[in-house]
């Protein structure tokens, strides 16, 4: 059974991540709200919301925990040479709002969308509180890639990416994990895995594992 929390329930008034779901894999929670405290509450032990429209909000802590260590970021040869031919630029915070507006968007494989109007709104007041941050990528001045989290301590949690043109994703988690590099931050939370992350180095680290590391990291 799935813990119900209530708005009025206290920020911190989730279940230990070890009652979470075998089946679907990491449920933990459901309800409650989307507020800054409350979220920053969930990240700190672990756990994230992800529902689709129609859906309460639900809160998750999966194990295995797909993450991506900054010094283990794979460049391939080809994202090498796209890197050095110097066409695009990258930002950091420049425009949060676009870019999670574009994560949002309907995708040929995915024609819905998690992130909702609550979820926006929600992320777009942890930027307002300096704790959303996003990258941004650019050709001719056109936004063609993106990536956006939550930074806590030297963890950054990873929200959602996306691609407007081949590669510019990719050219967003380098410039991310080049931020991380700068910032000290040691460990880029994935969440769950995909092959797109795994091409680019994340691996699965068990969920006691990547809570361990998260405790050391996030105060």
């Not at 967003?172 to 995909?194: F, N, R, T």
Request: proline letters at 8%; hydrophobic letters at 40%; one cysteine or more.
């Amino acid at each position: 059974m799935i813990t119900w929390l209530s708005a009025s329930d206290p920020p911190e008034a989730f279940p230990p991540v070890s009652a979470a779901l075998t089946e679907p894999q990491g449920l933990l929670a459901a309800g409650g709200d989307l507020r800054p405290e409350r979220l920053l509450a969930a990240y700190r032990r672990g756990i994230f919301p992800w529902y689709s429209p129609g859906q309460p909000i639900l809160w998750w802590s999966p194990d295995p925990r797909e993450v991506l260590l900054p010094r283990e970021f794979h460049r391939s040869r080809s994202l090498r040479r796209l890197l050095h031919q110097a066409a695009f630029e990258a930002q950091l915070d420049q425009d949060f709002a676009a870019v999670i507006a574009a994560c949002a968007e309907p995708r040929p494989a995915s024609p819905g969308t998690w992130i909702t109007s609550e979820m926006r709104q929600a992320y777009l007041q942890l930027h307002r509180l300096g704790f959303a941050h996003s990258v941004e990528i650019r050709v001719a001045g056109h936004l063609i890639g993106g990536v956006y989290g939550v930074r806590l301590g030297n963890t950054f949690f990873g929200e959602s990416m996306f691609s407007r043109r081949s590669n510019g994703s990719k050219l967003a988690m380098s410039a991310l994990v080049d931020w991380c590099v700068a910032e000290a931050i040691e460990l880029i939370d994935c969440q769950l895995p995909s092959p797109h992350l795994r091409s680019l180095g994340s691996r699965a680290l068990p969920r006691a594992e990547f809570l361990q590391r998260l405790h050391t990291k996030t105060q």
